[in-house]
């Protein structure tokens, strides 16, 4: 079993800064890959990116360049970088740890971008 926990969201002006985080416990060996989503109000869950236990990385395009995924092994811990945040980026963030068994999530950060 693989629990995680998001953390770091927040208000913030277009423009600004987040970091989130994204904390692992339980059975960590067992984590293939830890992802970074994304859910607005009525919209489908939204994925954003995703780094491996081998450290290959991948974005969707639409937030490439303006959020980077990293990761903190003796923390169990993965990051999401976020710059230049837009009003469009506001929205309930998860992060999910996948493995053999199965996706575990966690219960979201709200990440609200307004003036």
């Known amino acids: 079993q693989v629990q995680v926990v998001e953390s770091g969201g927040g208000s913030v002006q277009p423009g600004g800064s987040l970091r989130l985080s994204c904390k692992a416990s339980?059975?960590?060996?067992?984590?293939?890959?830890v992802g970074w989503y994304r859910q607005a109000p009525g919209n489908r869950r939204e994925w954003l990116a995703t780094i491996t236990t081998r450290g290959d990385i991948v974005y969707v395009t639409s937030v490439k360049g303006r959020f980077t995924i990293s990761r903190d092994n003796a923390e169990n811990t993965v990051y999401l970088q976020m710059n230049s945040l837009k009003p469009e980026d506001t929205a309930l963030y998860y992060c999910n740890a996948a493995t053999r068994l199965g996706d575990n999530w966690g219960q979201g950060t709200q990440v609200t971008v307004s003036s």
């Open positions: 339980g059975d960590i060996t067992s984590i293939g890959a």
